[in-house]
């Protein structure tokens, strides 16, 4: 069963679009909302993240916008880059006992930014 | 970057051959984890620890073994490896306050 679904899987936009990844999640325990950045040869990277207390957040040119109600939150990258070219991962991760927290995560989209 | 490395970076090996592999952390994290990276799967979580000696499972964890005998040091044993195991494998590190994972630069393993 899959926990967190995201869409799309791969993605090519014009530089300077906006490319946007959407993510679905089904546990309402979940209280922990990070993407990851991945480039090639590379382990994934934290993007930005967001707890469900707040519906936005915003770190320079990436933002997350969260739903509660629908259980949705998705990534938007303002002023797409060539750089950001990469795969990027959502997850989503709850409190399972002490301080420990254990990550679901997508299956990962594949953005690709044409010049 | 957190200091997180793998050993071996990549590796080939034959069905039914055991193979381990390394990771080790300069951050002294109590957690730590591994995860395989597979296409159309993203990551998925194989065991994990909480503390020296203290390891638990993932959602895939059948035909994987850990162990950890100091904080630095979390090793990942394939006993008899399969074709299905050939992945790559990621590390990954968090701390007891924060929910961020610092992930490794993978292990590439092929088995044939």
């Known amino acids: 069963q899959q926990q967190v679904k995201q869409s799309p899987q791969s993605l090519i936009v014009q530089k300077g679009g906006i490319p946007i990844i959407n993510c679905a999640y089904e546990n309402t325990a979940f209280d922990y909302f990070p993407w990851y950045q991945q480039f090639p040869g590379k382990g994934p990277a934290l993007l930005i993240a967001i707890r469900p207390d707040v519906s936005e957040k915003k770190e320079g040119r990436f933002t997350i916008s969260f739903n509660k109600s629908a259980k949705q939150f998705s990534l938007h990258i303002m002023d797409s880059q060539p750089g950001d070219s990469a795969t990027y991962f959502c997850a989503a991760s709850r409190n399972s006992g002490g301080s420990n927290y254990k990550l679901t995560f997508g299956k990962g989209t594949l953005l690709t930014v044409n010049p | 970057d957190a200091g997180i490395t793998q050993s071996p970076r990549h590796k080939v090996t034959e069905t039914g051959t055991p193979v381990t592999l390394r990771c080790h952390q300069t951050e002294n994290h109590r957690y730590m984890y591994w995860y395989r990276q597979d296409p159309g799967h993203g990551l998925r979580l194989i065991h994990y620890s909480y503390g020296v000696k203290d390891t638990d499972k993932g959602e895939v964890s059948d035909g994987y073994s850990v162990s950890r005998s100091k904080t630095e040091d979390f090793l990942l044993t394939l006993e008899s490896a399969t074709s299905s195991q050939t992945s790559v494998y990621f590390c990954?590190?968090?701390?007891?306050?924060?929910?961020?994972?610092?992930f490794g630069p993978g292990t590439r393993l092929l088995v044939l």
């Open positions: 990954a590190i968090s701390d007891q306050v924060k929910e961020t994972q610092y």
